[in-house]
């Protein structure tokens, strides 16, 4: 007869690594039992860049760089999921890190188990939707619950709408659970949103096709999400024919970085007589005496983002961002609908845009049954969000040990371990 199997203790090391694995930026650092995102935290390029004089940067490398002109980018993450794992790994190694693929993804979930365990040794492990963690976060006083209702970690019911760099995502949590069968995704994210700008920019105005970085850049510091769409359109129209004082302040000049004078591009307020200089001469010059390369932008800063709310107006036969989350909300018991209404969550880089939240609310509320109260909230830090909550799960070491696979019963059961895990907690709730 076989022996019978000996039962091993499941022991945690002292430190946990929470790492966000996001597809434009990788969020990692060690949970402590008061984390400070600022402090704790460290927000790392996901990729591997290619810079014209043939250099190599890899991750974190990328904060020495002075030149970002025509700088190629790869990225180990597409459309959510990770999917070069030889250039992921790459990145892990150069920045101490590991971590996850997104949605449900058996073959790819598996190889990243792989790599943690057998590449990087690590003695325990649990990989998690991302948008799951955002649960455990302080979520009462950010809403305003005045019964406390979510005093109680993880929240009882959350709703998490994640626009990020390759994709948006709307995922109903019960108890920080997510709801999969409602998870809705949207294929619009910041990385579309840059590329469609770049498009448009160099047809209108200068080729910036190879310029990924510096558009990019344009596109946080000067976009903006519109409440009223038609009326913006037509203030900028003004704009553009020279009826300065019609144009309602939607026109900005944005200074392209030489990575001489000076490394990163700057706003100015718009001046017609410098869009003239700049179209005879090339360029326009600066009170220092150098010369400036200058993009006008109008329409451009409200239209690319409005992508986001009308994706019909590039061609995808895909709804916006309400119309998703009115689609997640079809698959849940008609009894969630409130509790999840009432308990929205906005995190994600897109989310950083003026105006997002707002028009966000604004049209879920008119989708929305009139006996729901709809509050949708920002996150303080919408890029540290889900780092922060998983920070938080990871101090709570009780909560910690249910979750964790250890070295030793991924050796003895693989990948299934994990999914046995998971199974096992949903079971218990």
């Not at 000996?6 to 039992?33: H, I, R, W």
């Not at 792989?114 to 649960?135: D, K, P, T």
């Not at 900005?252 to 001489?260: E, G, N, S, T, V």
């Amino acid at each position: 007869m076989p022996r019978p199997r000996k039962s091993v203790e499941q022991v945690l090391p002292e430190s946990t690594l929470v790492v966000d694995n996001g597809a434009y930026t990788m969020k990692a650092g060690f949970s402590t039992a008061i984390p400070d995102p600022a402090i704790d935290c460290q927000v790392i390029p996901n990729c591997i860049a290619k810079g014209r004089d043939k250099r190599i940067w890899i991750g974190a490398q990328l904060a020495n760089c002075k030149d970002f002109g025509e700088m190629a980018f790869r990225r180990p993450v597409e459309k959510g999921y990770l999917v070069n794992w030889e250039s992921e790994k790459e990145i892990w190694h150069q920045s101490f890190l590991d971590e996850k693929a997104t949605l449900k993804a058996t073959a790819l979930q598996s190889n990243c188990d792989q790599i943690v365990f057998e590449e990087f040794e690590f003695a325990a492990y649990n990989r998690a939707i991302g948008a799951s963690l955002n649960a455990y976060n302080d979520i009462a006083s950010l809403i305003g619950d005045p019964l406390g209702h979510h005093r109680t970690l993880p929240a009882e019911c959350l709703l998490v709408i994640d626009s990020g760099h390759s994709h948006s995502t709307v995922t109903p949590l019960y108890n920080g659970r997510p709801i999969h069968q409602a998870i809705r995704r949207l294929d619009i994210g910041g990385k579309f949103l840059t590329n469609y700008m770049k498009e448009i920019i160099s047809i209108r105005q200068m080729d910036m096709t190879a310029e990924t970085h510096v558009i990019a850049q344009v596109k946080e510091d000067v976009c903006f999400v519109s409440s009223d769409f038609r009326l913006d359109l037509e203030r900028s129209w003004r704009g553009t024919n020279r009826r300065k004082d019609d144009d309602g302040g939607l026109l900005i000049d944005f200074i392209l970085p030489d990575y001489i004078t000076h490394m990163k591009g700057f706003t100015r307020p718009h001046d017609p007589s410098l869009v003239a200089k700049r179209n005879k001469y090339g360029g326009i010059m600066s009170p220092d005496g150098t010369m400036e390369s200058m993009l006008t932008l109008g329409n451009e800063r409200f239209t690319v983002p409005e992508l986001l709310f009308s994706p019909d107006d590039v061609g995808l036969k895909e709804v916006g961002l309400p119309e998703t989350v009115m689609q997640s909300l079809s698959g849940l018991p008609p009894g969630l609908w409130s509790a999840m209404l009432s308990n929205v969550l906005v995190v994600g880089g897109n989310a950083k845009f003026p105006g997002f939240v707002e028009r966000l609310s604004t049209e879920i509320r008119q989708l929305s049954p009139t006996e729901c109260v709809v509050r949708v909230v920002r996150a303080p830090d919408p890029i540290k969000s889900t780092w922060l909550g998983g920070c938080r799960l990871a101090s709570d070491k009780t909560a910690l040990k249910d979750l964790m696979v250890t070295k030793h019963e991924y050796e003895e059961f693989g990948s299934v371990a994990l999914q046995r895990k998971n199974e096992n907690r949903t079971m218990k709730r």
